[in-house]
């Protein structure tokens, strides 16, 4: 993780981690939304109903969303970026289990992002958050 100017760049292993996850869960569903639209409109073609061809049509809509889904979440490049201006306030926590240090940040619009790291000596990055103005919580 890095501050460079008003943006917080995330990356790492967790990055990628959540970067594949999404992938898979996109291309999942594709493929079952796939499946479905298919058979709908196989069912369209035997029965010539107008129900079965709108929902062809709905689930290729939502292969769409998903394959969008994938490519934004699962595909695009670079590391994901918090503009520092929608941090509301940071709170530092150690996780009981395994003594890993978090930091939750709390961001607009009732968003939460927590991230973990992997040595206490990474805790400046608290520091780094209030010297742009953004108040630690502790």
């Known amino acids: 993780m890095r501050i460079e100017g008003d943006r917080i760049f995330i990356s790492g292993d967790q990055a ?8 898979l869960l996109a291309v999942g569903w594709m493929v079952f939304f796939m499946l479905q639209a298919l058979k709908h409109y196989k069912m369209y073609l035997l029965t010539q109903g107008a129900s079965q061809l709108f929902f062809a049509a709905l689930a290729a809509l939502i292969v769409l969303f998903w394959s969008y889904v994938g490519y934004t979440r699962g ?6 970026e918090i503009p ?11 996780r009981a289990a395994d003594d890993t240090p978090l ?7 009732n968003r939460r992002r927590t991230l973990e790291f ?6 400046h990055f608290t520091q780094s958050l209030a010297g742009h103005g953004v108040k630690i919580v502790d």
Do not use: E, R
Request: net charge positive; proline share 5%.
């Open 84 to 94: 520092v201006q929608h941090i509301l306030k940071a709170q530092k926590q150690v």
């Open 103 to 109: 930091i939750t940040l709390f961001l607009k619009n």
């Open 75 to 80: 595909l695009s490049p670079g590391p994901d």
């Open 16 to 23: 990628g981690g959540t970067k594949l996850l999404y992938l």
């Open 118 to 123: 992997l040595h206490l000596d990474d805790l």
